[in-house]
């Protein structure tokens, strides 16, 4: 027999910490259970002592890779839950499960990162500790559904959903790649093809004609040539300056006060701004649905949640959001106040709450807010292309008037001559 130690929430809503005496983690878990008893944590005591002996001593844990542990993808990582949770489905304990991966695992990280989770596991440590242990590629999110699955005793249906939300995450970014990239390439080149003719082809072509004739050059032409020599001149100052600006940008974004600001005002920016907020509002409702409907509560799946949105001004909304549920408001009418999530999850969110089927609804409505974003996506991909296509043929435009505006002159001098 060996001693438990278990962290649960009391009938006052205090956190509580008990022991129980169990064969393993699944007897420990089942007589919890029949007591009623939803264990947040569970660990082994000869475990959480040794791990309060090494932290005294100043030492890690004993790892195979105590630094330098290598990350895997995130689709990769999709692959790896859905993995664990189908041997788990077919009733293989969870070291088995764990072992059973590690034989077909490919590739450098991958081993690494099931050894180190393995080796925890055998030393009586849960699921979501090692992979807290091991770092990225579990995230606050990831760690917590983890936590669900180690706590609840549902394991295989929750790591299936948590592998559902990773692979509907990795999908999400790439449709938000696909949709930029071609814009972006075609507005790369189109800039590489008016860098060659202002500082390459404009400057040979003037000489031959300034060369045969005085002529007062037209101000885009005068415009164009001085850009051109300052390129010639100080390309190696464009370069530091770019690399400058690039590194203030970086440290002024570090500034959290800094990034809200920015973040806010990039939901202000026209087609952009909706397409940011769809995304997040669309990450946020199936997150959290995922997260209530795995039994986690409502308060730490929202400190979860905020983590996912990827916007900093809605995660200082989820912030006040937390605040006030835990004073005890709804969580509909926070949401409603800060005034960057939609009417329909807030209507979604409100009856809910109201009919205690709030992880349903928010399931249910992750479906159509994914929609949305596939239409956001739509709508900004068939606005970008021809905004880019103007912009870029009014910077040919004036490249174009400041080549053949001397010719022009040029003619018209040898003609009047």
Request: positive net charge.
């Given at each position: 027999?060996?001693?438990f130690r278990y962290r649960y929430i009391g009938a006052d809503g205090a956190s509580a910490v008990g022991t129980v005496a169990a064969a393993d983690r699944?007897?420990?878990?089942?007589?919890?259970?029949?007591?009623?008893?939803?264990?947040?944590?569970?660990?082994?005591?000869?475990?959480?002592?040794?791990?309060?002996?090494?932290?005294?001593?100043?030492?890690?844990?004993?790892?195979?890779?105590?630094?330098?542990?290598?990350?895997?993808?995130?689709?990769?990582?999709?692959?790896?839950?859905?993995?664990?949770?189908?041997?788990?489905?077919?009733?293989?304990?969870?070291?088995?499960?764990?072992?059973?991966?590690?034989?077909?695992?490919?590739?450098?990280?991958?081993?690494?990162?099931?050894?180190?989770?393995?080796?925890?596991?055998?030393?009586?440590?849960?699921?979501?500790?090692?992979?807290?242990?091991?770092?990225?590629?579990?995230?606050?999110?990831?760690?917590?559904?983890?936590?669900?699955?180690?706590?609840?005793?549902?394991?295989?249906e929750i790591l299936h959903q948590l592998a559902d939300l990773l692979e509907r995450q990795v999908e999400l970014r790439r449709e938000v790649i696909g949709?930029?990239?071609?814009?972006?390439?075609?507005?790369?080149?189109?800039?590489?093809?008016?860098?060659?003719?202002?500082?390459?082809?404009?400057?040979?072509?003037?000489?031959?004609?300034?060369?045969?004739?005085?002529?007062?050059?037209?101000?885009?032409?005068?415009?164009?040539?001085?850009?051109?020599?300052?390129?010639?001149?100080?390309?190696?100052?464009?370069?530091?300056?770019?690399?400058?600006?690039?590194?203030?940008?970086?440290?002024?974004?570090?500034?959290?006060?800094?990034?809200?600001?920015?973040?806010?005002?990039?939901?202000?920016?026209?087609?952009?701004?909706?397409?940011?907020?769809?995304?997040?509002?669309?990450?946020?409702?199936?997150?959290?649905?995922?997260?209530?409907?795995?039994?986690?509560?409502?308060?730490?799946?929202?400190?979860?949640?905020?983590?996912?949105?990827?916007?900093?001004?809605?995660?200082?909304?989820?912030?006040?959001?937390?605040?006030?549920?835990?004073?005890?408001?709804?969580?509909?009418?926070?949401?409603?106040?800060?005034?960057?999530?939609?009417?329909?999850?807030?209507?979604?969110?409100?009856?809910?709450?109201?009919?205690?089927?709030?992880?349903?609804?928010?399931?249910?409505?992750?479906?159509?807010?994914?929609?949305?974003?596939?239409?956001?996506?739509?709508?900004?991909?068939?606005?970008?292309?021809?905004?880019?296509?103007?912009?870029?043929?009014?910077?040919?435009?004036?490249?174009?008037?400041?080549?053949?505006?001397?010719?022009?002159?040029?003619?018209?001098?040898?003609?009047?001559?």
């Amino acid at each position: 027999m060996s001693e438990f130690r278990y962290r649960y929430i009391g009938a006052d809503g205090a956190s509580a910490v008990g022991t129980v005496a169990a064969a393993d983690r699944g007897a420990a878990l089942r007589q919890l259970a029949h007591l009623g008893i939803m264990a947040l944590e569970l660990e082994s005591v000869g475990s959480a002592r040794a791990e309060a002996a090494r932290a005294h001593r100043g030492g890690a844990a004993p790892t195979r890779r105590a630094a330098g542990r290598p990350s895997i993808k995130r689709a990769d990582l999709a692959n790896l839950v859905r993995e664990i949770a189908t041997a788990a489905e077919a009733g293989l304990p969870l070291l088995q499960a764990l072992q059973t991966v590690r034989r077909q695992a490919a590739g450098k990280a991958l081993p690494v990162l099931l050894d180190f989770v393995i080796e925890r596991v055998e030393a009586g440590r849960p699921l979501h500790q090692a992979a807290a242990d091991y770092g990225a590629p579990f995230d606050e999110m990831t760690v917590g559904m983890l936590r669900a699955a180690d706590t609840t005793g549902r394991m295989p249906e929750i790591l299936h959903q948590l592998a559902d939300l990773l692979e509907r995450q990795v999908e999400l970014r790439r449709e938000v790649i696909g949709a930029t990239v071609y814009p972006l390439i075609v507005a790369g080149l189109i800039a590489m093809s008016v860098v060659v003719l202002i500082v390459f082809v404009l400057p040979r072509l003037l000489s031959g004609i300034i060369g045969q004739v005085e002529l007062e050059l037209p101000l885009p032409t005068r415009i164009l040539l001085g850009i051109a020599d300052v390129v010639v001149r100080w390309w190696w100052a464009i370069l530091l300056a770019v690399a400058g600006a690039v590194y203030s940008s970086r440290q002024w974004m570090a500034v959290p006060a800094n990034r809200f600001t920015f973040d806010r005002w990039v939901l202000r920016v026209p087609i952009l701004g909706k397409l940011m907020r769809d995304i997040a509002v669309a990450r946020f409702t199936r997150t959290l649905g995922t997260l209530v409907s795995a039994g986690i509560p409502i308060l730490p799946s929202l400190k979860v949640v905020r983590d996912t949105l990827g916007n900093h001004a809605m995660m200082n909304a989820i912030d006040e959001v937390t605040d006030r549920v835990s004073s005890g408001a709804s969580l509909a009418d926070p949401l409603e106040r800060s005034g960057l999530f939609p009417p329909l999850l807030v209507q979604i969110v409100n009856i809910g709450e109201k009919s205690g089927r709030l992880e349903n609804m928010l399931i249910h409505a992750a479906g159509a807010f994914d929609r949305q974003v596939n239409s956001s996506l739509k709508v900004f991909t068939s606005l970008l292309p021809p905004l880019l296509i103007v912009i870029m043929a009014g910077i040919a435009s004036f490249v174009l008037a400041g080549m053949l505006l001397p010719i022009l002159q040029l003619q018209e001098a040898l003609g009047g001559g």
